[in-house]
């Protein structure tokens, strides 16, 4: 009886400091091409405002130099999950490398959920750059 009551107390405490501290996601990346007839500052412009058009309200580092980006979409609540992306457009390979990782969830988004994300990204950069 006491050993059940302490592995359900150890239980508790753990799911308890899962919640407490938020859970983290293995990063997705994925590398969307946005094609060579597209300008290099026209597609790094095009995925600014494409994070932004999916809730990625907070554009950190952008460097138009390099082509890198980096972005977090924040939740409703304290409990909400929070994302970081960072963003790479390549001018040798016409495509943009898109990594993603969830924090604070309180059920973990799946691989498939992350992947959603990103192709809600490729969808509203199509729109902004007309392809």
């Known amino acids: 009886m006491k050993k059940r009551i302490l592995s359900n107390v150890l239980l508790f405490l753990a799911l308890t400091m899962m919640v407490g501290c938020g859970m983290i996601t293995p990063q997705v990346r994925k590398d969307i091409p946005y094609g060579k007839s597209?300008?290099?500052?026209?597609?790094?412009?095009c995925a600014?405002?494409?994070?932004r058009d999916i809730g990625f309200t907070q554009i950190e580092f952008p460097d138009r130099k390099?082509?890198?980006f980096s972005a977090m979409k924040t939740g409703g609540t304290a409990f909400s999950a929070m994302y970081q992306a960072n963003f790479v457009?390549?001018?040798n390979t016409s495509a943009i490398s898109v990594t993603i990782q969830e924090f604070n969830a309180p059920i973990p988004s799946s691989?498939?959920?992350l992947n959603k994300i990103?192709?809600?990204?490729?969808?509203?950069?199509?729109?902004?750059?007309?392809?």
């Open 48 to 51: 600014i405002s494409a994070a």
């Open 38 to 45: 597209i300008e290099f500052d026209k597609a790094f412009d």
């Open 118 to 131: 990103i192709d809600a990204f490729y969808n509203a950069f199509q729109k902004h750059c007309g392809k």
């Open 89 to 91: 457009i390549d001018k």
């Open 111 to 113: 691989e498939v959920e």
């Open 66 to 68: 390099t082509g890198t």
